[in-house]
């Protein structure tokens, strides 16, 4: 088992013993067919909402700050 300081304390990790072969087999295959029909990456719905996030906060770049002006000094 990886153990790391996300796992510890930030993802939702499970450890499942299974003890009886056959059922062992079947959720194995229930696994694999979840996986087969998983859609990796960024979905759809996923890009449309980062648009819309992204068009009413910005690009997230940080913009260029404007140069300040010199600081002066009066002696008297």
């Known amino acids: 088992m990886y153990e790391s300081a996300s796992a510890a304390f930030q993802n939702d990790e499970t450890l499942l013993l299974i003890r009886s072969p056959l059922l062992a087999r079947h959720f194995e295959a229930e696994?694999?067919?979840?996986?087969?029909?998983?859609?990796?990456?960024?979905?759809?719905r996923l890009a449309r909402r980062m648009e819309q996030r992204r068009r009413s906060c910005g690009s997230g770049t940080q913009r260029a700050e404007a140069a300040a002006p010199a600081a002066t000094t009066t002696i008297r």
Request: neutral net charge.
């Open 31 to 44: 696994v694999d067919r979840l996986w087969r029909g998983a859609e990796l990456g960024v979905s759809g």
